[in-house]
């Protein structure tokens, strides 16, 4: 946790109220909507904007996540894709470290929780989906039982998946280090922005014998070209904010004093177009990198679009009203 009150120093406490869940509070990540300062942001001040700020909360790690930081990312994320009034997911990691000072956007997979076949949980840690169970009372038989389904999660990958189906932009604020699969959650960000300051990019899955060989190389290399993704992984060499904007690695390199204040805007530009092109841009952007489940999202988007047409309308009521459609009015456009 940041020893700092507002959770980070690019954070600005007035402009975000927190969202927690009593039942199930968050203990390595942050989450926050953004709301109304008054007038500078045209509405009474409190009320929300069509903004969410997901953090990871472990900068004496430099963000490293555990299956619990992950399943935190998970909730978090599902709940800003399915909440209807929010457009646009600003991704970052809290910090400086209270430890030594250093800034992380993320380090990827904690080490000290990979067993041998994939991220343990640690001993203390009740999985998502048990909380609330009783976990002392269950039988050890079932204890584990579910234990050995736990030993070994790689879900972060899930959290990858959901990142491209979530139909809203999600944007990188990146205040520091960028690492393993921390650059691989990044490479999933639609948009990023980095602080000139502090932000240093380091693929280093391969010096601790890991390897992220799907979106983390594969969308890499559409990013930045084969060549240079080789370069990156191959020789896991640290690159700075401006080699990485150079390279299409992110959209933009600021004083670290604006990082958030960029993102935000960057969210809220998002938030003034149309939900329904942001919507199919996203999609149509992910599909020929996600093959048939990415065409399946956008012509699920298609199947909407199409749903709202009378034709549509007119293919189900006719099957309602046990008749035959009448499709004379709808021409076989070319
Ligand atoms: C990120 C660094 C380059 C920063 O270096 P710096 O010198 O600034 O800081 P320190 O090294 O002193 O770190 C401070 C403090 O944090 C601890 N720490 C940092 N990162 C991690 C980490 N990932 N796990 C655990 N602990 C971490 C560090 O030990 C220090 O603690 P002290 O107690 O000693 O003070 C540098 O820290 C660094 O290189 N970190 C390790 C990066 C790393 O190896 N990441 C994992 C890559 S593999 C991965 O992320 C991954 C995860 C998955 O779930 C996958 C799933 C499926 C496919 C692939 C996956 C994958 O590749």
Redesign the pocket.
């Known amino acids: 946790m940041s020893s700092l009150p507002g959770v980070s120093d690019t954070f600005d406490p007035q402009r975000w109220r927190e969202i927690q869940s009593e039942d199930d509070p968050l203990v390595d990540t942050t989450y926050h909507r953004l709301i109304s300062r008054g007038a500078a942001d045209g509405v009474p001040a409190g009320v929300d904007l069509p903004v969410v700020r997901i953090a990871i909360d472990r900068p ?3 963000n ?2 555990d299956p619990r930081t ?1 399943d935190e990312l998970y909730r978090c994320i599902d709940d800003a894709r399915s909440t209807p009034d929010v457009a646009a997911i600003i991704l970052t990691g809290n910090g400086p ?1 209270p ?2 000072g ?1 800034y ?1 956007f993320s ?6 929780s ?1 067993g041998t076949d ?2 343990q949980y640690l001993a203390d840690q009740t999985p998502y989906g048990e909380r609330g169970a009783d976990p002392a009372g269950m039988t050890e038989q079932r204890r584990s039982r579910i234990d050995r389904g736990r030993r070994a ?5 899930e959290v990858q998946r959901l990142m491209r189906s979530t139909p809203k932009p999600i944007i990188a604020a990146i205040p520091g ?1 960028t ?4 650059h ?1 959650l990044m490479v999933v960000c639609d948009l990023a922005v980095a602080s000139a300051e502090h932000a ?1 990019f ?1 693929q ?2 391969a ?2 014998s ?5 979106y ?1 190389a594969g969308l890499l290399a559409r990013q930045v070209g084969d060549k240079r993704a080789r370069q990156i992984f191959f020789l896991a060499e ?1 690159y700075t904010p401006q080699e990485a904007e150079a390279w299409g690695v992110i959209n933009k390199v600021v004083p670290h004093a604006e990082l958030e204040d960029t993102a935000i805007d960057w969210g809220l530009t998002v938030a003034t177009k149309s939900p329904q092109s942001i919507r199919m841009l996203k999609y149509a952007f992910n599909m020929i990198d996600d093959g048939i489940a990415g065409q399946q999202a956008f012509a699920g988007e298609a199947t909407r679009l199409a749903y709202m047409t009378e034709e549509a309308q007119e293919g189900r009521d006719a099957f309602l009203q046990h008749r035959a459609p009448d499709w004379s009015k709808y021409p076989y456009y070319f």
């Open positions: 004496e790690i430099r490293g996540f992950v470290s430890k030594d250093g992380a380090s990827g997979g904690d080490q000290r990979r994939g991220y999660r790689m879900h972060i990958l280090w690492t393993g699969g921390g691989s240093v380091k280093v899955d010096n601790v890991s390897f992220d060989a799907g983390g640290p």
